[in-house]
């Protein structure tokens, strides 16, 4: 699984930027997706993570200002972040795992990493 994130970039504090990841190759086996974030100096965290089937969940720090989704026909994930704030500069990460849910449990599978987009939002 190949992942390629863009939509990053620079922006005032209060705008907005949208963030996509396409992946290719097996896509298929592809199950959760998250985007993760890393400031200068800080670790990875991560922003928000979303299911195959669409339920989303998110870090205290972004609920209500950023929306994640995803349209699995299109192998393609994106982060709609609004009401950006200083705070939320750091580059950012698709992530993708190939986990199986079965009815005995979860089987964990491999993790896939794109290489990160920039976001800077000036104050």
């Known amino acids: 699984v190949h992942l390629v994130e863009s939509g990053g970039g620079l922006v005032q504090a209060g705008g907005s930027l949208r963030l996509s990841c396409v992946a290719s190759?097996?896509?298929?086996?592809?199950?959760?997706m998250g985007w993760y974030r890393q400031a200068p100096g800080k670790q990875r965290e991560v922003v928000a993570t979303i299911t195959k089937s669409g339920s989303a969940w998110y870090v205290d720090s972004v609920r209500g200002r950023f929306t994640i989704s995803r349209d699995n026909a299109k192998n393609t994930m994106y982060l709609q972040m609004n009401n950006l704030k200083p705070e939320d500069t750091a580059v950012y990460y698709c992530?993708?795992?190939?986990?199986?849910?079965?009815?005995?449990?979860?089987?964990?599978?491999?993790?896939?990493w794109g290489e990160g987009t920039l976001v800077t939002v000036s104050s």
């Open positions: 992530n993708a795992d190939t986990n199986r849910d079965l009815p005995s449990g979860r089987i964990y599978g491999a993790d896939y």
């Open positions: 190759g097996s896509t298929h086996s592809i199950n959760g």
